[in-house]
Every structure is written in C-alpha cells, then in structure tokens.
C-alpha cells in the first residue's frame, strides 16, 4: 500500500511518500533545490506553503518515481498547527484526492513524531513515547495502534524552547539548543545545581522556571566580571542547564515506563537529536531493560515522511476520512494518571 | 503565581475583539499573565503553553482567545504569513507576546501589559491603553 503524505502545519512545506515498510521520497520545501522553487523559501513558511506545495509534492512524486496510478491514499496533516498553514496543505490533499479518486487520512502531526520511528524500524507495542521538541514537550503511553494516551505535558514551555530562549540569555543566537549541545559537551554539568521543576508531580513538565532561573544567576554576576565569566564558563553553564533539562525528562520517561510495564520506549521530535539526552535515555533503557528507539534526525524535525507513515497504520486499520476533514489549532488528547 | 491572579484581575475589563500586547523581556512572566487571563474565562491554565515555536495557540472558553507569539518573526511582514490580521480582526480576544516585532502593523486601540522585574519575587505590571 503506497502513501502520498504531506506536511504543512508550521514552518515547512513537505511531501513524502511511503509504500510498506520503504520510504521511497521525503522533500522538505525550504531544505529543497531553491531553484525548482522559484526563489528562496522563507524559514517562517505559513502562507508562503501555498506557493511551493505543489512543487514539493510533484518532487516527492518524481522522486519516488511514482504516478498517481500507483498512489493508495493521500495523507495530510489536519492539526494541531496554524489554522492557515494547514488549510493549504489540506486543501491541496482534497484537491488531489478528487481528481486521483483516492481516500483521503488525515494525520495528528504529533502522532506523527511518534511514528517517525516505524520509517526505519519496528517497535514492538505497547510502548510509551516522549515527543520532546521546540513547541511539544509530552509523554504519550501507546497500547496498540493510534490508540494514544497523554500521561504528562509541559505547563508552560516546551524543553527544546527551554534550550533556544536560555541560550539566548547566555548570549548564543536563536535558536540556540544545537550550539548548547556542542557546547555542553566540553563542560561540567555539575557545575551549577539548576532546578529541576516538578520532579515530585506526576508527569507534566515545567520549565519556564528554569529559564527565569538562569535570567536570575546571570543576572548575579557583576556586570564587569560577566563577560570574562561566560566566556570561561559557557560550556559549564551549557552542560548544567543540558543536565537540568535532561534529567527532568528522563526521570518522567523513568516513570512513565514503570508505572505502564512496557517494554519499549520511544524519544522523538527535535530535541531527541540532543546527545546528553540520548546517553542519559540509553542508560536508563540498559537499566529498566527495555528497548529504546530514536528516528533518524531528519525525521525528527517537521517532515512528511512522519505523516505518510501514520496515514499507512491508519489505513491498515480503516481510518479513512472523506473531504469533510477540517483543520484543528489544537488537539486535547485523553489523559491518564500513573499507577493507574 | 501572583502573575496569574493579576492576569485574572485583568481579564475581566476585556471585550470581544480586543487586542492586548504584553511587552517584557524573557523570563518575565508574559505567558503567566496569560494564563490568568484564561482562567477568567473558563480555560484551565495549564491549558496556556508558550506559543513561541507554534506562533499562535487558540484556545476556547466563555470567549475565543488566541495566544500569539511574534518571538520568532523578523520582519513586521511576516505577520501576513502567519495571518495575524485575521486572528486580530475577529470576534476573539488577541494577546500578542512580543509585539515590538510588527509594531506597525497593529491597530491604535489596543491595551498593553508591561510586565517587569524588580526583585526575583517581585514583578511590576503596568496597563494602560491606547487612543
């Protein structure tokens, strides 16, 4: 079964396609050949979608070296994002799937990330799940096919906007998470004891104290002394505020885990590129004995191959939508409690 | 948490339609004021995540309220491209965090929220509206 998938709920125009178990083509407009586009794509995307929607798509088709003949459905991302965003890339889809006479499923982008993980392997379900990136900070428990469970959330930001806006505050350019990771991975991250928020509740994040926290300590520092004082320590801040976020999310994924008895885990999104993360993640994996999977990098940023992939588990189990499919900002998944 | 209860306080002078800009720098409680503000109207704070990456969060209560960040936009014109006129130009309550970003293309009427650090416990909010 062949899945066009496409992509369009913030920043970037993608379409992918995927045909059991193979990715045959993942394009990403702003990361694409700029001349096929006629010009830059913007970082910001939003409207801009709808003037290179159909050149990303008609490369992921030639790409894929596909036709419409050999395409089973069209997938498309219907929330949670910006209302005009993603009513370019639906439209788009509809458009398509009445002159293809295909069936049309729509995707939640963030069961999407999740997903990302089945492009390159299988993990076996039940499996809990962390999505942790710019604008998603949460832990979803997986019992078997697009049957999802929010366990925890951030209240306020999410941890890979903790990273860019602290690093702003360290004087790094936004965003900044990549460069703290270079950075924090010469320096002592016992350096400065930062706080790690609600350690003792459940499993919704906060970290918005965090970054008021490093304002507060840089703010402690004369200001004569601060810039000899960040340029001699900006890795050993880098590794601390890493290790405050870190330590935070993998002692939630701990919990999560235990409190479910799964087997599996998964970490997916932007900041799974994170390596502190990624060690601390495969040490507890070792320690609780459970699997951890991770996607590829480029399928941990907003992308359609994520999409295709969750359009192909949906059709498998006849989810099907029809061209009444609307956009939704925001999503409200069921929540569940630990230990329960 | 006394961000919110100010935020709250706030939220009942606002009307359909208006547009409220929260000024103050990183860390300084803007997204809390927020939450404030939905909880008057019958949203659950926690709810109220930071809109920075997303630009634009929409939640439902007694009113319509969307939660725009313009951190993350650099130039005025790129509010076209998030489509801002059609969010602050509706029946909605608009709260605009960063809205230095595209100054010139707001309205006149709106209300603004400056909210500053005195001490680490303390924070000072000024309201005042525009004519």
Sequence with gaps: ?340 | MRTILAGERFAARLQPGDIVLLKGELGSGKTHFVKGIARFFDIAPEEVQSPTFSLIHEYVGSVRLYHIDCYRLNKPEDAYEIGLEDYIYSDGISLIEWPEKVEPLLPDNCQIVEISHISKEQRKIIIHHQV
Aim: net charge negative; glycine share 10%.
């Design chain 1, 1 to 340: 079964m062949m899945i066009l998938g496409i992509e369009s709920s913030c920043d970037e125009t993608a379409a992918a396609v995927y045909s059991d178990g193979r990715l045959l083509s993942s394009v990403i407009a702003s990361q694409a050949d700029h001349v096929a586009f006629g010009g830059i794509v913007p970082e910001l995307a939003s409207r801009a979608h709808e003037r290179v929607i159909w050149h990303t798509v008609a490369q992921a088709m030639e790409k894929a070296g596909v036709t419409e003949d050999n395409v089973d459905a069209i997938a498309v991302t219907e929330g949670p994002g910006l209302m005009g965003s993603l009513l370019v890339g639906l439209c788009f889809a509809k458009g398509l799937a009445i002159q293809w006479n295909k069936p049309i499923v729509g995707v939640n982008h963030i069961d999407a990330h999740i997903y990302a993980t089945y492009i390159d392997e299988m993990p076996e379900m039940p499996f809990v799940s962390l999505v942790v990136s710019g604008g998603h900070t949460q832990i979803f428990y997986v019992e078997r096919p697009l049957q999802h469970k929010l366990m925890g959330q951030t209240r306020d930001d999410a941890a890979g906007e903790a990273f860019d806006k602290i690093g702003k505050l360290l004087g790094l350019e936004y965003p900044a998470g990549p460069e703290i990771d270079r950075l924090a991975r010469t320096g002592d991250d016992s350096f400065y004891d930062f706080p790690r928020a609600m350690m003792k509740k459940g499993l919704d994040f906060s970290f918005s104290g965090l970054k008021t926290s490093v304002l507060y300590y840089l703010q402690d520092i004369p200001k004569l002394e601060q810039e000899k004082f960040l340029k001699e320590h900006m890795a050993d801040l880098c590794a601390s505020i890493s290790a405050a976020i870190t330590d935070v999310l993998i002692h939630k994924m701990r919990q999560a885990i235990r409190s479910t008895g799964v087997k599996c885990a998964i970490i997916a999104g932007g900041v799974s590129a994170n390596s502190m993360l990624r060690e601390k993640a495969h040490k507890m994996a070792g320690e609780l004995g459970v699997s951890l999977h991770i996607p590829h990098p480029v399928y941990c940023t907003d992308n359609a191959a994520m999409i295709a992939v969750t359009g192909w588990f949906k059709m498998k189990e006849g989810m099907t939508d029809d061209l009444h499919l609307k956009p939704y900002a925001r999503h409200k998944w069921e929540k569940v409690g630990i230990g329960g």
